[in-house]
């Protein structure tokens, strides 16, 4: 599911999916088929939870600006896309702010509470930019990936196999497990229950990974993710100093030739605002 929330007077749930079939539990009905999920998602709970008010947005994360996220003081995910991954933690860290010894300013700092499941086993996180671990990311090679499914289609058309889709080539190579209802509450529960910690103050929070393994008996174990300190997603990052007669061109192949940073694809923001992007394509 791409989607996260998180309440204070009112609830923000954020999804671009539908709802499939397959997917129909307890909590959404066949008359759900076909419909946002975000949209089932925050009537179920405003039918279930009186006073509470959630509002739905029917798009991918990618699609909010830096402003949108502003005024949020927690973010509540659970993502299966790498790309929206890979927005919100960039996101949540651009609103870090450092003082003069290169030290996180707490009012600056917007916690994320992250969930994920795969069959029996998940896991739950709190990130809270500046002092945490953020989040690494291993992206698929669509190049490979379409090779694999241009050959798994040669094959069933040679054989007769149908039913041969880029989705279900992607199922097999990565070896994607379906979603299980139990184990989807054991996480949620714990993210939830973490948000509360952070909201409240009534406990203290994790520390801050948790893994859930329920395949053979229960296990869960928590383990304490260091902070790489020369991060440049959510570190205090390097001084690089310019002359005025620098162009955007030329300032993005400095930072893809920096021998510390050697970036590729660089997109350029300033105080929230982007000068120059260069991804999505339109955008460059």
Known sequence: MRGFWWWEQEDWVVSCLRIWLSRVLKTLRLEDVGKAKAEVAAKRVMERISGVNIVPHFCQIEDKDIGFYNDFNIISLGLDSIEAQSYINAVACSFLEYDSDDNPREETM?????????????????????????????????????????????????????????????????????AIASTKAIISAACMLESLKIASGCSKTLSNYLTYNGVEGLHTKVTEFVKDKDCLVCGPGFLIELDTTVTPKKFVEMLEEHPKLLMTKASITYHGKNLYMQAPPILE
């Open 110 to 178: 917007k916690p994320m509470v992250d969930g994920g499941t795969e069959g029996f086993k998940g896991h739950a996180r709190v990130i809270v930019p500046g002092v945490h671990s953020g989040k690494a990311f291993d992206p698929d090679n669509p190049d490979h990936m379409k090779w694999v499914y241009d050959e798994a289609v040669k094959r069933a058309e040679l054989f007769g196999i149908p039913g041969v889709t880029y989705s279900l080539t992607q199922g097999v190579v990565k070896n994607i497990i379906p």
